[in-house]
């Protein structure tokens, strides 16, 4: 039946159709909830407030709208509330119809409204005719006279496009009684006046994000429908779908259909499913097809960006009409989320569908539509974005120019190895236009040893012709510099370094500021790397004031974690400390991580946390970013390692670590690097007795510097330390006084704790050989003393031979009084001990041990996985996982899970 809302219509005709009208039960039932239908406590139920009177559900198709109503409907049905349903079809779009599924609805719940519909019509005798908005009155009418609330829900509302009934409901709504609540729910926005409601407060509306289920909600989910998701891609799944729950039972049948191999060889379940069939045809039956063509082109042009507004949208389109555009869209709710300051997003899947049909149906339009997203993405300031469509659309002059543009903003945000991928895609020709391009190109060079090539393309930079510059220097040849310095870093040349550094120096404030503030940063691990820490302090300051006017943080952070390692080079561990955890709490160590792991893997070899400095030196990766990369510093790190890889595993591994080490510095002319790992060549030989070899290692030319230095900084004092332990070995007073007098220290001079505990401890094995025992004593004092303040413990240990003669004198005298004192001394016993720490748990001061696969099922528990996930994981039973723990359960001296995670969290490791 068609017409106006002002239709009138036949009586008896009506009657007639009434009654041959059979209604479907179903339809006038709420929907029933499955039991793996989860609870949304998160959205509560509009009508719990009283001042709501309306509330309307929108929300694409596939995310819960009907569960939603449902749980409310049923919700009111416990309150003992009278409560009626009514789900759509489209075939309610006949007025008769609907209004009489209306009234059968409003019977289930007060029997007494319109109790015959034939005999309700016959109150219209008088009439000769009657209109719908005339039945719409008389319902209004009757429910005024019921002072129970009654509460409508009304499903699939999107399916009604009748004029009619729209104008019947809009009246329905402008005079609706006070004792009525209504709740729609549709897929798109109604075409009904609620602007009443909202202003007085009596709307409640739900959206889209407010359906979609949290990442915990669809753990719930996938849990309840025994999804088969392997637990490692779980999560994977969950970002995929990204909370819409039609998407998560879609994806867990699909996943049905293939092997576990299959499922772990998937890469990205976003890629996956925005290819697979299911959600494909899901998304053109109910996101699609029924769209109007210009809303179509509209969705299929946004798809090729990630985030829109209505101004990118003209861009793209060349439609002025944007904003009415972005009304439509909202309008449809087509997997569309606002995400703040007038952007919106479509979910990733309904992206990708909408992409694939804008390639199959357009696929002449993309370059276009590519530059022109760049075009708008540069003028708006948003780097990224640009550069990244003008490479979709193929214009490598564009992504060239826009790189070079904010390259030195995009290295202070870490996107160092974007760049290189970017410059990569990049003609040569173009490349070499841009100094700034090649800068990334040749450090990358760097970074991953083509020095030889490298080289090369250095040379080339500099010889570029460029317009003269008589005053000042230009980007290119401070470029150049940069360059050249790090090149020289990495083969241990710091005077080279050093005239470059000179020469741009009196430029820095011409510079751009990340230039600037990197050269500064170079210049201060120069001097540390020299032995003049003093020297530093202006230098990191200067970095600091020119990364400030950086867009980003990266900058900063490695200022801090240069900071860090400056201070664990002067001994003051608590500091070094300080700025490590200043790192940590950014929760972003990425863009520095080699600089964060050679700090904290050295303050924890020096803290005698072995097992962790040995977990964060498992491989053995360089220090690659921060564009200062050093073979000095990375023999610091390789040193340790080797030194760990013997007492973890075997004495000849650590060994043959070294030797491959000392080989490759050596031919690299790399002496400070060479040094270092004869030093620890030299220890580790001393740990299992062989001093002899060991002394050999140590008169090797070159070991030991040939000038005053200032003490155990840029790795001499290993060497000393390692000097040191072979003269007390041989009992010589005379090779101690050789090392005080290579250090330029008086031997006899009590400096109290100004000295380091190694000084002080040097001075206590002197006095000690030349038969003073209370001056050795005292220094010995001074050295833990000093040493504890700091809490340093390695720098002693290396010399365990005279250590553990010290102990024991100062047991036997009484030395120590101090509690802290003491259990710092109790710890060094401990740390002389440390290769035997082999395979145990490092709680504190207490060592307990496990079995690897124990290990590896209590950190899997501490990840929080399930006992059927462990099993799962590591591909054994469930029983096996739980004796496992069991085991732990009693070595830990807990009763249950929850216990043992606590004492491991109370005692801070778990290895």
């Known amino acids: ?46 009508f719990n407030k009283p001042h709501t009177t309306l509330a309307l559900v929108t929300a694409p198709a596939g995310t819960g709208k009907s569960i939603v109503l449902s749980q409310w409907y049923h919700d009111l049905i416990a309150k003992d509330e009278k409560v009626c349903w009514l789900s759509l079809s489209r075939d309610d779009n006949d007025p008769v ?23 309700s019509y016959r109150r219209f005798e008088d009439e ?13 009418a009757d429910l005024e006279e019921f002072e129970d609330p009654i509460y409508c829900f009304i499903d699939d509302f999107h399916l009604i496009e009748s004029p009619i009934l729209t104008a019947a409901i809009s009246l329905f709504l402008a005079h609706m009684p006070s004792n009525v609540h209504l709740c729609i729910s549709s897929r798109h926005r109604p075409q009904l006046s609620v602007g009443r409601y909202r202003s007085k407060g009596k709307l409640a509306e739900y959206k889209y994000a407010d359906l979609k289920f949290s990442a915990e909600q669809s753990r719930e989910l996938l ?34 259909h293939i092997s576990d191999e299959e499922q772990l060889s998937i890469d990205s379940f976003e890629e996956y499913f925005g290819q697979h069939p299911d959600f494909l045809s899901y998304f053109a039956d109910d996101a699609y097809q029924h769209l109007e063509e210009s809303t179509k082109r509209a969705v299929k042009q946004l798809s090729i960006v990630e985030k829109f507004t209505s101004q990118l949208y003209t861009s793209l389109s060349g439609n002025n009409e944007s904003d009415a555009m972005m009304e439509r869209l909202n309008e449809q709710q087509l997997f569309i989320e606002p995400t703040g300051f007038g952007q919106y997003k479509f979910h990733p899947l309904y992206r990708r569908f909408l992409h694939q049909r804008l390639m199959v149906d357009e696929p002449e339009s993309l370059i276009q539509l590519h530059f022109s997203a760049s075009m708008w993405f540069s003028t708006h300031n948003h780097s990224v974005a640009a550069i990244e469509h003008a490479f979709a659309a193929r214009d490598y002059e564009m992504a060239a120019s826009l790189i070079s543009a904010c390259v030195f903003d995009l290295l202070n945000q870490a996107y160092a190895v974007q760049l290189f991928e970017w410059i990569k895609q990049i003609p040569r020709d173009i490349t070499l236009q841009y100094p700034r391009l090649q800068l990334v190109r040749i450090w990358v060079l760097i970074r991953d040893g083509y020095d030889q090539e490298a080289e090369r393309a250095l040379l080339r930079l500099m010889q570029q012709d460029e317009k003269h510059q008589p005053l000042g220097i230009s980007e290119r040849e401070a470029i150049c510099y940069l360059l050249s310095i790090l090149i020289n870093l990495r083969n241990d040349d710091l005077e080279s370094a050093n005239v470059s550094i000179a020469k ?43 990364s400030s006017e950086l867009k980003g943080n990266f900058m900063n952070q490695l200022i801090t974690a240069i900071r860090a390692y400056h201070f664990y080079e002067t001994g003051m561990l608590k500091a070094a400390k300080a700025e490590i955890a200043k790192l ?56 340790v390692r080797s030194r760990l890889v013997s007492w973890f595993r075997d004495e000849d591994s650590g060994l043959d670590e070294l030797e491959r080490l000392l080989n490759q510095y050596k031919q690299r002319g790399q002496q400070r690097a060479w040094r270092i790992c004869r030093a620890a060549q030299a220890q580790l030989l001393m740990d ?55 250090l330029g220290h008086d031997v006899e001079r009590d400096d109290g704790v100004s000295r380091s505990g190694t000084e002080n401890l040097l001075s206590a094995m002197y006095h000690w050989l030349n038969d003073n025992k209370e001056a050795s004593m005292t220094f010995f004092r001074n050295a833990i003393i000093a040493a504890s303040e700091q809490g340093y413990l390695r720098a002693l240990a290396e010399l365990p031979e005279a250590l553990l003669v010290f102990i024991e004198s100062s047991k036997n005298s009484g030395l120590f009084h101090d509690s802290d004192l003491v259990s710092y001394v109790e710890k060094l016993e401990k740390a002389i001990h440390a290769k035997q720490m082999k395979g145990q748990i490092e709680l504190d001061d207490q060592q307990i041990s496990l079995t690897g696969r124990e290990k590896q099922i209590l950190e899997l528990a501490a990840d929080g996985l399930s006992n059927q996930e462990i099993s799962d994981r590591i591909f054994v039973s469930l029983g096996t996982v739980k004796w496992h723990l069991h085991n732990v359960y009693d070595k830990l001296g807990v009763k249950n899970r929850t216990q043992a995670l606590k004492a491991v969290q109370e005692f801070q490791k778990v290895s």
Request: aromatic share 10%.
């Open 97 to 119: 119809r609907f209004f009489s599924y209306v009234i059968a609805s409003l019977q289930r719940t007060e029997p007494y409204i319109w109790p015959d519909l034939d005999a």
């Open 584 to 639: 940590e709490s950014t929760k972003d160590v990425v863009g520095i991580a080699e600089w964060y792991r050679l700090v904290n893997a050295l303050l924890n070899f020096e803290g005698n946390k072995l097992q962790t400095a040995w977990d964060m030196l498992q491989d053995r990766r360089p220090i690659a970013e921060g564009m200062i990369q050093s073979s000095f510093l990375q023999a610091r790190l390789y040193a």
């Open 1 to 46: 039946m068609v017409g106006s809302p002002e239709s009138v219509f036949s009586l008896s005709e009506l009657r007639k159709t009434i009654s041959q009208l059979p209604l479907i039960e179903s339809k006038i039932k709420a929907v029933p909830i499955e039991p793996y239908y989860l609870q949304r406590s998160n959205i509560e139920n509009p």
């Open 688 to 742: 299992h007795g062989r001093f002899d070899r060991a002394e050999w290692c140590l008169a090797q030319e070159g070991v030991l510097p040939k000038i005053g230095i200032s003490p155990y900084l840029s790795g001499y004092g290993w060497v000393i330390t390692a000097r040191s332990r072979v003269a007390w070995h041989k009992q010589s007073i005379q090779e101690l006084r050789a090392i005080f007098d290579l």
């Open 128 to 140: 000769p005719s009657v209109s719908f908005l005339r039945l719409a009155e008389q319902l209004i």
């Open 223 to 256: 849990e309840a429908i025994e999804a088969p998701i392997k637990p490692q891609k779980r999560d994977d799944l969950i970002r995929a779908l990204d909370g819409w729950t039609s998407g998560l039972v879609l994806a867990s049948n699909a996943l049905c």
């Open 504 to 546: 741009v120096q009196p430029y820095f404030d011409e510079l751009d500021p990340w230039l600037s503030a990197q050269f500064n940063l170079l210049a201060a691990v120069i001097l540390m790397l020299q032995g003049r820490p003093g020297e530093c302090g202006d230098n990191i300051s200067s970095a600091e004031r020119f």
